[in-house]
């Protein structure tokens, strides 16, 4: 399975270059979410663009694209920075919304909170401006060997 | 600003449409589609499109587009219940994804907000391609009331469900 994203992956390693993994993806392409490591540290960025409003009073970007873009830069993490040979498998997320974001790019960051044999438990947290005040932080589990049918990218 | 009593299940979902698809940006850009709403109850279809997708090998749509429409439906079903006109905002949101979506179907979300208190709302919602029995995905939203910010017209909505 996704054969074309662990073939990606093995390129952008080969050429140091994580970005290319996000052209592998068409969701992630559209919402403009793409991995990037110019400060040395694996992030995930989604450049704002105007069809990431959930409410255009405040204004604010849609709740959903959030939670959409943490689990992208989970499953970029766990590509990336971890010996991946498959494509992980997303079990579930839970996210938590802390403040409103505006309209401005929203980065992430990931971490591993446990690494088993076939299960995996992520941390990412999602900020603005200042990376001490996030906008939403998310958990979630990936199967990472397994032939169960759930959704893989 | 009052309006006309709504009276049939078409208007009041032509009117969920404009409130919950066609004036939220990120919905309009989905696609979403209001297919029912009555009190405490919502309901909107999302359709497959080749830019949704997580693997284009398979076809399956990533779950982004799943999580986005959920959190708005189960916001949709929130707003019905209101007995009086204020800003919301989800608090947390868990997506459970039991199995991939069939490439090309659309996928139906349907959400139910079973409580509601003066600062919290809770909602569970499923989405499902034709057999509700046979989820692609599960959620649990909680949003918080009285939240920052102006009301808008979507959540002044509940009134037209009371006529």
Redesign the interface.
């Known amino acids: 399975m996704s054969t074309n994203l662990i073939k990606r992956l093995d390129e952008a390693r080969k050429k140091r270059d994580v970005s290319r993994l996000a052209e592998a993806i068409p969701y992630a392409k559209w919402m403009l979410i793409a991995p990037e490591t110019t400060t040395g540290e694996l992030l995930t960025r989604m450049r704002y663009h105007e069809t990431l409003i959930g409410n255009t009073h405040l204004p604010a970007i849609h709740g959903g694209t959030l939670g959409a873009m943490l689990e992208m830069a989970a499953i970029f993490h766990l590509l990336w920075e971890t010996d991946a040979q498959t494509v992980p498998k997303i079990v579930n997320i839970t996210v938590d919304y802390l403040r409103s974001a505006g309209p401005r790019d929203v980065i992430a960051a990931a971490k591993v909170t446990k690494q088993g044999r076939r299960m995996v438990n992520v941390f990412a947290e999602a900020w603005q401006d200042d990376r001490s005040k996030p906008v939403a932080s998310a958990s979630a589990h990936f199967l990472v060997q397994s032939d169960d049918t759930l959704p893989s990218l | 600003m009052p309006t006309p009593p709504l009276t049939t299940p078409e208007e009041r979902v032509a009117l969920f449409q404009q409130l919950f698809s066609d004036?939220?940006?990120?919905?309009?850009?989905l696609g979403i589609k209001v297919l029912a709403v009555a009190r405490g109850l919502a309901s909107m279809r999302l359709d497959w499109r080749?830019?949704?997708?997580?693997?284009?090998?398979?076809g399956?749509?990533?779950?982004?587009?799943i999580?986005?429409?959920?959190?708005?439906c189960c916001g949709m079903a929130v707003a019905t219940l209101l007995r009086e006109p204020k800003p919301f905002?989800?608090?947390?949101?868990?997506?459970?994804?039991a199995?991939?979506?069939d490439p090309k179907k659309p996928v139906i979300a349907e959400a139910e907000c079973y409580r509601i208190t003066r600062s919290v709302a809770f909602t569970r919602a499923f989405a499902h391609q034709g057999d509700p029995k046979d989820p692609?995905a599960a959620a649990a939203g909680t949003f918080m009331l009285g939240?920052?910010?102006?009301v808008?017209r979507s959540q002044l909505v509940s009134q037209e469900l009371n006529k």
Do not use: C, F, Q
């Open positions: 004036t939220i940006p990120h919905n309009k850009a080749r830019e949704l997708v997580g693997n284009p090998e398979t399956v749509l990533a779950g982004g587009p999580t986005a429409m959920l959190d708005s905002a989800t608090l947390d949101l868990r997506i459970d994804y199995k991939p979506a692609v939240t920052k910010g102006e808008t």
